[in-house]
T-cell receptor, first 113, second 112 residues
């Protein structure tokens, strides 16, 4: 079946702009996760949804970052007033439940000029 | 707090020779441990998962890992490397909550 998909695959923006990154999880997966992977590093946890609610947002670096999952399926990661340090690959993962194996999408490469 | 340490940033092997990628973990709880692989321009793929059942875990593509509590290790091995194994490998720990904690990765090169 279809895996996790993320759009866009690449996003180039200017410092100070607003961006939205989209994640479509595997159908039927109730848990959804966002991670950020900087160059040469392993992914770092940002936020986790169980259904529509954010169960753990402890990894969001500051209040410029926000994520939603209004219908318990697709999620959008929103970044306000982007900074050059936000440049990274943003990964989305989903799992059948909160303790299941997480399946990752291909990521969105964000470049802030 | 949970963490993992991947002891080698780069490993190079010849095709057909064994692979050993080393990982040590730190966890206050009985951890879940994973190995993920990331090929260039592709998403992270789960290789195998340990969750307190058998200590020797078999994964996809001939990889396996052994959980050793006394050594707090979870090394990844494969008897014979293939060219297609060249990729970045991540050791990952979870304390059975929501988030995965990734190591910094080991880049595996396979020479013909």
């Amino acid at each position: 079946g279809a895996g996790v998909s993320q759009t866009p695959s690449n996003k180039v923006t200017e410092k100070g702009k607003y961006v939205e990154l989209r994640c479509d999880p595997i159908s039927g997966h109730t848990a959804l996760y966002w991670y950020r992977q900087s160059l040469g590093q392993g992914p770092e946890f940002l936020i986790y949804f169980q259904g529509t609610g954010a169960a753990d947002d402890s990894g969001l670096p500051n209040d410029r970052f926000f994520a939603v999952r209004p219908e318990g399926s697709v999620s959008t990661l929103k970044i306000q007033r982007t900074e050059r340090g936000d440049s990274a690959v943003y990964l989305c993962a989903s799992s059948f439940d909160s303790l299941g194996a997480q399946y990752f999408g291909p990521g969105t490469r964000l470049t802030v000029l | 707090a949970q963490s993992v340490t991947q002891l080698d940033s780069h490993v190079s092997v010849s095709e057909g020779t064994p692979v050993l990628l080393r990982c040590n973990y730190s966890s206050s709880y009985s951890p879940s441990l994973f190995w993920y692989v990331q090929h260039p321009n592709k998403g992270l793929q789960l290789l195998l998962k340990y969750t307190s059942a058998a200590t020797l875990v078999k994964g996809i593509n001939g990889f396996e890992a052994e959980f050793k509590k006394s050594e707090t290790s979870f090394h990844l091995t494969k008897p014979s490397a293939h060219m297609s194994d060249a990729a970045e490998y991540f050791c990952v720990v979870s304390d059975n909550t929501d988030k995965l904690i990734f190591g910094t990765g080991t880049r595996l090169q396979v020479f013909p």
